[in-house]
């Protein structure tokens, strides 16, 4: 159709796109000229996030041109890489393309040309679809046997049509690959024809390969018209059903049995993906506590994974200050027979848990993990002393038809007594009354007052809409559970809850810790922006929400404010009756001011507050490790497994890790094979990977690829873990391909700069993958400016000691060498590492690494 260029508009000031259009269209084809110039003026009315925008139809000189919005990205066809998307990314870009094109649809238009190379992915992650309603007169083969049905010679083999169209009778427009039946018999297309182009897409962002396949034009012209398509869930075993369903009746061979509009598809993908989310939470309900922080050991080091994420739930009193009015909220059964409603019980008690969290005469452990489990067979008097509670809430739930019925019990730890029991019964829509009477009545038990400001609260309705509150409660469960095609999801059933409700403020704090943790995988610095509107429009609606303010402090950490991170979290800690998750939050702000000692004794007594709180013993345990402080680390991680459910298998993780911190690779080998498979978590799968890289097994080469390969997957934009592959490739003298690794370690790196520039660690590293991207010239004035800046920490040490070594600084190298030893970083690592290689010979290395 003509050739496009990036171009300025210098009028508005404004980057835009523009074609030029084929002077022998007007000359030789005066009819498709019309055609297109009435469909522009269409496509330019509309007005839709995901279809770019047209500005003008333009003529200049005797050209031709366009002008339309500039997209940076790529398509949809470079993202897929022939290799599929996962299941999240799947809907977060299927559910938008849908609802544009019913926008289409509704004004008039039919794309005619739906395919990847037409959809593109903008660096922001929001899908665009290109060229609306621009159908094409001649296409190049986009891969060897996906033939073009050039012209009415063509298309004539395979039927003659002999009607008055615009398009021409018999005129096929676009590639055969992605065409419907009715196109390729030359009939006019209806918006039901777009729809068989994105069952066709749909099929490949599934599988990573198309329901039609043929050698030559011909032999996929019959299998589009004759063949039917394979099930999805044949060619990927591990693709929903229900989704194939889907995908199959897009595929109907006949217009009438597919998806007679755009909105009815929209509404069952929306469905199904509300629906495996909500299987999820089902499979997960004793997990809600996101697993973090994990401390993750590169191939040359060990790095902290970010990923804190607070919904304000809990107040954790001091372990073994056992006094009635320090309660023990448990998970509430759920009694309904439907396993879809475990996150409704689950709310129930969290809702119970934030309503008593603000009562100041009450102290409340509320654990959301497994202590349903735990305490199943415990004696009251047991579960007391290991909870330092006096006092614990069970509850039951169960439902007939809209009614719900929650039974509460109130039993004393110390005589076993029931010190209170009750029923209470309503619509599901007014559960928040149900629990604010629950809240009211306990207080009442145990003789506290309340004030008119936290009778205020508790009358309050955080939302108009249960629905919202729904949406709210499966994103907070997604969102925990760590894994970055959760996270996307929990974005969109966030933005659900805003849309249902506007003025519901933790719907916002949802979203802008989804968005927090959904940064902490790709970088995408719009993430942040958005993170912090979204945290500050829920402290407009609440200004006293703690919450919001932490959500805020973790945008504030991410984008280099540290100072105003602090501040933030001391107002919360100088207003709340001391959050252990505030502590934490503060914790990880000092240590990225360099304040370690402040940053320690935040970590200290969180744990002091929660100790019976796991994830308290596991980032006290990860801080202690990154200062090489192995023996205490190895104590913190004991503590967070005796005291996590059975499930939580993060603190065993990572006492593997300060095995491998401290040289014994064998040993944490054999604790990691010990641990349940399939591995789905990429630090893990790079820690496994690590202990081969230094062992001396003679398997150690092909498991190291099987494991950082395995990490690069599940986490493709990882910086530690490219830069892992490419370590391994460099020992296996594949040095193209490690270089093209560190390059993009080093990109993703500076991309997260680019929001958090003062990170002394992602400066570090910024300049350690610059050294093994063989860019001393960069590398070594980083390293000089870092040397006077950085705590002193082993892992800081020890990665200021390679960049030196790799650029042929030996004075530098062994300085920073003597340090991190003297921290506790093992010379058994040392001596085996490549970055040293030029020091090999020198007298001080060998004494400084000498074995014990």
Not at 815 to 831: K, M, P, V
Request: hydrophobic residues 40%; contains cysteine.
């Amino acid at each position: 159709m003509g050739v496009v260029w990036s171009a300025l508009d210098t009028r508005l000031d404004r980057e835009v796109a523009l074609k030029i259009l084929p002077e022998k269209l007007a000359d030789d084809e005066p009819e498709l000229l019309q055609r297109f110039e009435r469909e522009a003026k269409a496509v330019a009315a509309l007005n839709h996030p995901n279809i770019v925008t047209l500005f003008s139809v333009e003529e200049a000189q005797g050209l031709r041109f366009i002008t339309m919005e500039l997209v940076r990205g790529q398509t949809l066809r470079d993202l897929m890489g022939g290799k599929g998307l996962p299941l999240g990314k799947f809907f977060e870009l299927a559910i938008p393309l849908t609802d544009a094109l019913g926008a289409a649809h509704d004004g008039g238009i039919i794309h005619r040309d739906l395919k990847p190379s037409n959809i593109m992915i903008t660096d922001e992650g929001r899908l665009k679809i290109l060229d609306f309603g621009l159908a094409k007169l001649r296409k190049e083969p986009e891969e060897p046997g996906d033939a073009e049905i050039e012209s009415d010679a063509d298309i004539s083999q395979l039927k003659t049509r002999s009607q008055t169209m615009l398009t021409q009778a018999g005129r096929v427009l676009g590639t055969v690959a992605y065409m419907s039946p009715e196109q390729l018999h030359g009939e006019p297309p209806d918006p039901r024809t777009d729809l068989f182009s994105v069952g066709v897409i749909f099929f490949e962002m599934a599988t990573g390969k198309r329901p039609f396949r043929g050698k030559s034009s011909a032999d996929l012209v019959s299998a589009i018209l004759r063949d039917s398509p394979p099930s999805v869930s044949e060619v990927k075993v591990d693709i929903p059903r229900h989704l194939g369903r889907i995908v199959r009746r897009c595929l109907e061979k006949e217009p009438d049995r597919r998806y007679q509009s755009a909105k009815d598809l929209r509404n069952d993908l929306e469905q199904l993906r509300d629906e495996i989310a909500t299987s999820k939470l089902s499979q997960r309900i004793s997990l809600r506590r996101r697993i973090n922080p994990v401390l993750v050991l590169s191939a040359i080091g060990a790095v902290l994974l970010l990923g804190l994420f607070g919904v304000w739930l809990t107040r954790i009193p001091t372990a073994g200050t056992a006094h009635r009015n320090a309660i023990a909220v448990l998970p509430f059964a759920n009694l309904t027979g439907d396993a879809d409603q475990d996150y409704l019980s689950a709310g129930i008690s969290a809702g119970l848990i934030t309503d008593l969290g603000e009562i100041s005469g009450i102290q409340v452990v509320g654990r959301s993990e497994t202590w349903r489990e735990s305490a199943e067979g415990a004696s009251p008097r047991d579960l007391g002393r290991r909870l330092g509670v006096g006092a614990v809430l069970e509850g039951e739930v169960q439902q007939a038809a809209d009614i719900l019925r929650v039974d509460v019990k109130l039993t004393d730890t110390e005589s076993a007594l029931v010190l209170w029991s009750d029923t209470f019964e309503g619509e599901k829509e007014r559960l928040f009354e149900l629990q604010d009477e629950i809240t009211r009545k306990l207080a009442t038990v145990l003789s506290i007052s309340l004030s008119g400001k936290e009778l205020q609260r508790l009358t309050r309705d955080p939302t108009r809409s249960f629905k919202a509150y729904d949406y709210l409660l499966r994103s907070y469960m997604l969102i925990e559970s760590g894994d970055a095609q959760d996270v996307d999801t929990a974005i969109e059933m966030s933005r659900q809850a805003v849309r249902l409700d506007p003025e519901f403020a933790l719907a916002h704090v949802a979203l802008s810790s989804a968005l927090w943790s959904s940064y902490q995988h790709d970088a995408a610095g719009s993430k942040l922006t958005e993170a912090e509107q979204a945290a500050w429009r829920a402290l407009e609606l609440d200004p006293e929400l703690p919450a919001a303010q932490v959500a805020l402090a973790r945008v504030y950490r991410s984008t280099g404010r540290y100072a105003e991170s602090i501040d933030e979290l001391q107002q919360v800690l100088a207003t709340h009756p001391k959050p252990a998750e505030a502590q934490r939050e503060l914790a990880a702000s000092f240590e990225r001011v360099g304040d370690l000692k402040q940053a320690e004794t935040c970590l200290r007594a969180a744990t002091e507050m929660g100790a019976s709180d796991w994830f308290n013993w596991n980032a006290l345990g990860a801080f202690l490790g990154d200062l090489g402080r192995y023996d205490e680390a190895k104590q913190a991680f004991e503590q967070a497994g005796a005291v996590a459910p059975d499930e939580i298998g993060v603190p065993f993780e990572n006492l593997a890790v300060i095995t491998i911190q401290q040289g014994r690779f064998d040993e944490a080998i054999e604790a990691y094979e010990k641990m349940p498979r399939p591995i789905r978590n990429s630090a893990l799968a790079s820690n496994i990977g690590t202990a081969y890289y230094f062992s001396e097994r003679p398997d150690k080469w092909e498991r190291v690829e099987e494991y950082y390969q395995l990490a690069a997957r599940l986490d493709p934009r990882d910086a530690v873990i490219r830069r892992n592959l490419a370590d391994l490739y460099i020992d296996m003298g594949r040095r193209e391909e490690a270089l093209h690794h560190y390059a993009e370690a080093l990109l993703l790196v500076e991309q997260q700069l680019e929001d958090d520039p003062r990170n002394q660690p992602l400066r570090l590293r910024q300049a350690l993958y610059a050294a093994k991207a063989e860019k001393c010239p960069r590398a070594v004035p980083m390293a000089l400016a870092l040397s006077d800046e950085l705590p002193e920490t082993a892992r800081g040490m020890h990665q200021l000691a390679q960049v030196f070594g790799l650029c042929g600084r030996e004075q530098e190298a062994l300085q920073a060498l003597r340090s991190a030893i003297e921290l506790g970083f093992a010379t058994e690592i040392i001596r085996q590492e490549s970055e040293f290689q030029s020091l090999r010979e020198n007298p001080d290395f060998l004494e400084l690494t000498a074995a014990d």
